[in-house]
């Protein structure tokens, strides 16, 4: 019983570890996002690139295939991600 106890909090410590990661990498990519902002302003472009929303999404299924990570987990991780960096993105254009 007490080896069950010890592995499961084991697999929870590195579990924490994994989520940790996983924040900061969300954060650096959410970093970008006023950077991003910026340059459209001066290349007059709108924050919404749909084009590029097809290519980050089609990236994301061959990357779930070739981790075997569910992809409508994936795509839906990424769309929260995606629309989060677009709501930063015009909030930054208001200020
Ligand atoms: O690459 C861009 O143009 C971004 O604004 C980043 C991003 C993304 O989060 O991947 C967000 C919004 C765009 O519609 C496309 C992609």
Redesign the pocket.
Known sequence: MNDAKTQLEAIRKRIDEIDEELIKLMAKRTNFARD?AML?KSLNLP????E??KE?YEKTRKLCNKYKFDEEIGVKIIKI??EH??DI?SKYLKE
Do not use: A, M
């Open positions: 991003i459209k924050i919404n690139d749909s590029r929303e980050v991600l995606i960096n677009k993105q």
